[in-house]
Protein backbone atom coordinates (compact mmCIF):
# COMPACT_ATOMS: atom_id res chain seq x y z
CA UNK A 1 0.00 0.00 0.00
CA UNK A 2 0.90 3.75 -0.84
CA UNK A 3 -0.16 6.47 1.99
CA UNK A 4 0.53 10.06 1.79
CA UNK A 5 0.60 12.44 4.75
CA UNK A 6 1.18 16.44 4.86
CA UNK A 7 2.86 17.64 7.47
CA UNK A 8 1.71 19.43 10.82
CA UNK A 9 0.78 22.86 10.79
CA UNK A 10 3.46 25.52 11.27
CA UNK A 11 2.90 29.57 12.57
CA UNK A 12 3.44 30.29 9.11
CA UNK A 13 0.40 28.37 7.85
CA UNK A 14 -1.77 30.18 10.47
CA UNK A 15 -0.50 33.16 9.32
CA UNK A 16 -1.52 32.67 5.39
CA UNK A 17 1.83 32.81 4.17
CA UNK A 18 3.55 30.67 1.61
CA UNK A 19 6.25 28.64 2.99
CA UNK A 20 7.38 26.62 -0.37
CA UNK A 21 11.19 25.78 0.97
CA UNK A 22 11.72 27.87 3.45
CA UNK A 23 12.52 25.38 6.71
CA UNK A 24 9.41 26.33 8.86
CA UNK A 25 9.72 24.24 12.02
CA UNK A 26 5.94 22.81 13.62
CA UNK A 27 4.26 24.80 15.40
CA UNK A 28 2.65 23.50 19.13
CA UNK A 29 -0.32 22.83 17.10
CA UNK A 30 1.14 21.12 14.39
CA UNK A 31 2.68 18.97 16.85
CA UNK A 32 -0.35 17.99 18.37
CA UNK A 33 -1.79 17.21 15.44
CA UNK A 34 0.90 14.68 14.70
CA UNK A 35 0.24 12.93 18.30
CA UNK A 36 -3.39 13.00 17.32
CA UNK A 37 -2.84 11.32 14.17
CA UNK A 38 -0.26 8.74 16.08
CA UNK A 39 -3.07 7.28 18.01
CA UNK A 40 -6.02 7.48 14.81
CA UNK A 41 -3.72 5.41 12.62
CA UNK A 42 -1.97 3.03 14.75
CA UNK A 43 -3.16 0.12 13.35
CA UNK A 44 -2.18 1.09 10.01
CA UNK A 45 1.04 -0.76 9.25
CA UNK A 46 3.84 1.09 7.40
CA UNK A 47 7.25 -0.87 6.48
CA UNK A 48 9.32 2.54 5.93
CA UNK A 49 8.71 6.04 5.38
CA UNK A 50 10.07 8.41 3.25
CA UNK A 51 9.74 12.34 4.39
CA UNK A 52 10.72 15.64 2.73
CA UNK A 53 13.79 17.04 4.47
CA UNK A 54 12.46 20.43 5.93
CA UNK A 55 11.66 20.37 9.17
CA UNK A 56 8.32 20.52 9.39
CA UNK A 57 8.06 17.25 7.23
CA UNK A 58 10.69 15.39 9.11
CA UNK A 59 9.19 16.54 12.57
CA UNK A 60 5.81 15.31 11.47
CA UNK A 61 7.37 11.67 10.49
CA UNK A 62 9.46 11.55 13.96
CA UNK A 63 6.19 11.98 15.86
CA UNK A 64 3.35 10.18 13.59
CA UNK A 65 5.97 7.05 14.03
CA UNK A 66 7.43 7.03 17.28
CA UNK A 67 7.30 3.64 18.94
CA UNK A 68 7.39 1.96 16.13
CA UNK A 69 10.19 0.69 14.25
CA UNK A 70 10.35 2.28 10.82
CA UNK A 71 12.84 3.66 9.09
CA UNK A 72 12.54 7.43 8.11
CA UNK A 73 14.55 8.35 4.80
CA UNK A 74 14.75 12.19 3.62
CA UNK A 75 14.63 12.64 -0.13
CA UNK A 76 15.62 15.84 -1.51
CA UNK A 77 12.87 14.89 -4.51
CA UNK A 78 9.71 15.30 -1.90
CA UNK A 79 11.14 18.69 -1.03
CA UNK A 80 8.04 21.33 -1.53
CA UNK A 81 7.39 22.93 -4.78
CA UNK A 82 9.92 26.46 -4.39
CA UNK A 83 7.38 29.63 -4.69
CA UNK A 84 10.50 31.85 -5.54
CA UNK A 85 10.88 35.37 -4.90
CA UNK A 86 7.29 35.13 -3.26
CA UNK A 87 7.68 32.72 0.02
CA UNK A 88 6.94 34.69 2.76
CA UNK A 89 4.35 36.55 1.43
CA UNK A 90 0.96 36.66 3.90
CA UNK A 91 -2.16 36.85 2.20
CA UNK A 92 -0.56 36.44 -1.48
CA UNK A 93 -4.43 36.35 -2.44
CA UNK A 94 -4.82 40.32 -1.24
CA UNK A 95 -2.55 41.32 -3.72
CA UNK A 96 -4.12 41.97 -6.79
CA UNK A 97 -2.65 40.38 -9.65
CA UNK A 98 -0.16 38.37 -8.04
CA UNK A 99 1.66 36.04 -10.61
CA UNK A 100 2.07 33.32 -7.89
CA UNK A 101 -1.94 32.99 -6.86
CA UNK A 102 -2.35 31.72 -10.41
CA UNK A 103 -0.98 28.57 -9.19
CA UNK A 104 -3.46 28.25 -6.89
CA UNK A 105 -6.48 29.69 -9.32
CA UNK A 106 -5.65 28.16 -12.66
CA UNK A 107 -2.73 25.59 -12.36
CA UNK A 108 -2.66 24.63 -15.71
CA UNK A 109 -1.76 28.14 -16.79
CA UNK A 110 0.84 29.07 -14.29
CA UNK A 111 4.16 30.14 -15.25
CA UNK A 112 7.18 29.66 -12.25
CA UNK A 113 7.89 32.89 -10.90
CA UNK A 114 11.02 34.30 -10.32
CA UNK A 115 13.03 31.85 -8.79
CA UNK A 116 10.53 29.44 -8.57
CA UNK A 117 9.57 25.74 -9.68
CA UNK A 118 7.26 25.08 -12.66
CA UNK A 119 4.95 22.36 -12.63
CA UNK A 120 7.10 20.23 -15.03
CA UNK A 121 10.37 20.46 -12.98
CA UNK A 122 8.06 19.68 -9.99
CA UNK A 123 6.38 16.61 -11.66
CA UNK A 124 9.92 15.12 -12.98
CA UNK A 125 11.40 14.80 -9.83
CA UNK A 126 8.49 13.54 -7.48
CA UNK A 127 7.86 11.34 -10.73
CA UNK A 128 11.36 10.13 -11.07
CA UNK A 129 10.55 9.27 -6.94
CA UNK A 130 7.79 7.21 -7.76
CA UNK A 131 9.44 4.92 -10.43
CA UNK A 132 12.75 4.89 -8.32
CA UNK A 133 11.61 4.44 -5.16
CA UNK A 134 7.97 3.94 -4.59
CA UNK A 135 7.41 1.40 -7.40
CA UNK A 136 9.99 -1.02 -6.49
CA UNK A 137 8.72 -0.42 -2.95
CA UNK A 138 5.12 -1.27 -3.98
CA UNK A 139 6.58 -4.39 -6.24
CA UNK A 140 8.15 -6.30 -3.24
CA UNK A 141 4.74 -6.04 -1.07
CA UNK A 142 5.97 -2.80 1.02
CA UNK A 143 3.14 -0.61 2.77
CA UNK A 144 4.92 2.88 2.20
CA UNK A 145 4.35 6.37 3.99
CA UNK A 146 5.33 9.64 2.08
CA UNK A 147 4.85 12.83 4.50
CA UNK A 148 5.42 15.67 2.88
CA UNK A 149 3.85 19.03 1.55
CA UNK A 150 0.66 20.37 0.16
CA UNK A 151 2.19 21.42 -3.42
CA UNK A 152 4.25 18.08 -3.39
CA UNK A 153 1.72 15.72 -2.37
CA UNK A 154 -0.56 17.00 -4.81
CA UNK A 155 1.70 16.40 -7.36
CA UNK A 156 1.81 12.76 -6.36
CA UNK A 157 -2.02 12.30 -6.12
CA UNK A 158 -2.10 13.99 -9.69
CA UNK A 159 0.38 10.95 -11.17
CA UNK A 160 -0.94 8.13 -9.28
CA UNK A 161 -4.63 8.86 -10.10
CA UNK A 162 -3.45 10.11 -13.69
CA UNK A 163 -5.36 13.62 -12.79
CA UNK A 164 -4.63 16.66 -15.32
CA UNK A 165 -3.16 20.14 -13.74
CA UNK A 166 -6.81 21.27 -13.88
CA UNK A 167 -7.36 19.54 -11.14
CA UNK A 168 -4.49 19.48 -9.38
CA UNK A 169 -5.60 20.80 -5.56
CA UNK A 170 -8.58 18.83 -6.06
CA UNK A 171 -7.10 16.22 -3.66
CA UNK A 172 -6.51 18.65 -0.97
CA UNK A 173 -4.60 16.98 1.52
CA UNK A 174 -5.48 18.26 5.11
CA UNK A 175 -2.87 18.78 7.38
CA UNK A 176 -1.74 15.17 9.02
CA UNK A 177 -4.58 13.30 7.53
CA UNK A 178 -3.52 9.96 5.79
CA UNK A 179 -4.86 8.79 2.54
CA UNK A 180 -4.03 5.55 1.17
CA UNK A 181 -3.42 6.12 -2.77
CA UNK A 182 -2.73 2.79 -3.86
Same mark, same amino acid.
Given at each position: ????????? *????????? #??? *???????? !?????????? #???????????????????? *?? #????? !????????????????? %???? %??????????????????????????? %??????????? *??????????????? !??????? %??????????? #????????????????????????
Amino acid at each position: MLYIMRHGK *TDWNVLHKL #QGR *TDIPLNEE !GRRMAEAARE #QYKDINFDVCYCSPLIRARE *TA #QIFLE !GREVPIICDDRLMEMSF %GVYE %GTENSFQIPDCPVNVLFKDPANYKAVE %GGESFEELFAR *TGEFLKQVVEPGLAE !GKDILIV %GHGAMNSSIVC #QIRHMPLEHFWDAGIENCKLMKLV
